[in-house]
């Protein structure tokens, strides 16, 4: 399920490039939650997916994709 | 026409391969890599039963825990008091975790496929042996009520602690909790 992916770290990354991919993860994870408890619009929830420089239509396709394998850790 | 003289001989020399490839037992590993898992108690971020954030049992690599700092680090809880009262996480519960790859200072090409495969450039590090150099843990705001930022700092206080670690090819993850359940 790719509706709440993560902010990554990598050496040399800047302390402001930190704190804002943990900003836009908190904010996608929060935008995420309303969105499957029905409090968001799906056209609002995309616009904002789309806004943080994501392609909504290749997240659908990877959310619909089935996930394999593995269990919740 | 006769078979030629080539032909029988390539026959022969695969026959014989063969024999030899089905005689002979398959090599395999004959030691066992032990895993060993524990147990401990997350506190959900976005999960609620009423007005109460229940606390969920689940299970954790024990090198993934000693690699992040433990469990109070984590913000995890194994006392045995939580430990007996914590439930199974429910369907389609995925909790916030960390995941982290210590890089390897001086990566080294390697071909995939035991040799056969495309060149590719290996970066995951701890090349000692077997050691481990993917962990995974589960990471929660611990004993108050969760919010985003107790999440935040937690995440910041491990990613600084674990700089020198990680290497100058390390990687962490910060993979927030998807709580896709209803609860009836």
């Known amino acids: 399920m790719a509706l709440s992916f993560g902010a990554l770290w990598y050496p040399g990354q800047n302390e402001e490039d930190w704190q804002l991919e943990l900003d836009q993860a908190i904010e996608r994870s929060i935008a995420s939650q309303a969105f499957l408890e029905g409090k968001l619009d799906a056209d609002d929830y995309l616009e904002l997916v789309f806004q ?8 659908i396709e990877d959310v619909l994709t089935p996930r394999t394998g593995g269990g919740i850790l | 026409m006769a078979t030629p003289v080539w032909k029988l001989q390539r026959m022969l020399r695969d026959a014989q391969a063969r024999e030899t490839y089905l005689s002979t037992e398959r090599p395999s590993k004959t030691t066992y890599d032990a895993q060993p898992r524990k147990k401990a108690v997350y506190t959900p971020l976005l999960l609620k039963v009423g007005a109460e954030y229940p606390k969920l049992l689940l299970s954790i690599s024990e090198a993934a825990l000693t690699f992040f700092g433990g469990a109070t680090a984590l913000g995890l809880s194994e006392t045995p008091t939580d430990l007996a009262d914590a439930v199974r996480a429910p369907r389609n519960f995925r909790p916030s975790k960390l995941m982290a790859m210590v890089g390897d200072g001086t990566p080294a090409p390697k071909k995939a496929y035991g040799g056969t495969g495309p060149r590719y450039i290996d970066y995951s590090g701890n090349t000692a042996g077997n050691a481990q150099a993917h ?12 919010t985003y930022d107790q999440l935040r700092t937690k995440a910041n206080a491990i990613r600084n602690a674990k700089l020198a670690a990680l290497g100058s090819y390390g990687r962490l993850d910060l993979i927030l909790e998807v709580a896709n359940v209803s609860l009836v």
């Open chain 1, 52 to 59: 943080q420089g994501y392609e909504p239509e290749e997240i």
């Open chain 2, 135 to 146: 962990f995974t843990a589960p990471i929660s705001c611990g004993d108050q009520t969760p």
